[in-house]
């Protein structure tokens, strides 16, 4: 399984991104997938969560401005980011937990993570 993330960039505060992330592989079924940050010299913090039928959850930062949201069919999870603040500026990894086939257990995968930066 690979998961592939873009969207990442520069953008002034106040503006906006969009992050995407593919997963491929021989996939039976994508259960929750989510959009984890990470910046310099701290440690990973999950900032949004999708599960397979649409329930979210968001960290408290990230409420109100960020929206998750995923497509079934295209393996495909989305983070839009809004209201960009220079504390957003991190890396930003994917996550998805994948089963291989009816029943099995879920294993996670991480993408190989990409960069926001927010200036001020």
């Known amino acids: 399984v690979q998961l592939q993330a873009s969207g990442g960039g520069d953008v002034q505060a106040g503006g906006s991104l969009r992050l995407s992330c593919a997963a491929s592989g021989n996939i039976f079924r994508i259960n929750a997938m989510g959009w984890y940050h990470q910046a310099p010299g701290k440690q990973r913090e999950l900032v949004a969560d999708?599960?397979?039928?649409?329930?979210?959850t968001y960290a408290d930062s990230a409420k109100g401005r960020f929206a998750i949201s995923r497509d079934n069919a295209k393996n495909t999870v989305y983070l839009q980011m809004n209201s960009l603040e220079p504390e957003d500026t991190a890396v930003y990894y994917c996550?998805?937990?994948?089963?291989?086939?009816?029943?099995?257990?879920?294993?996670?995968?991480w993408g190989q993570g990409t960069q926001v930066t927010v200036s001020s």
């Open positions: 999708i599960t397979n039928g649409g329930t979210t």
């Open positions: 996550r998805a937990d994948v089963s291989f086939s009816r029943g099995s257990a879920s294993f996670r995968y």
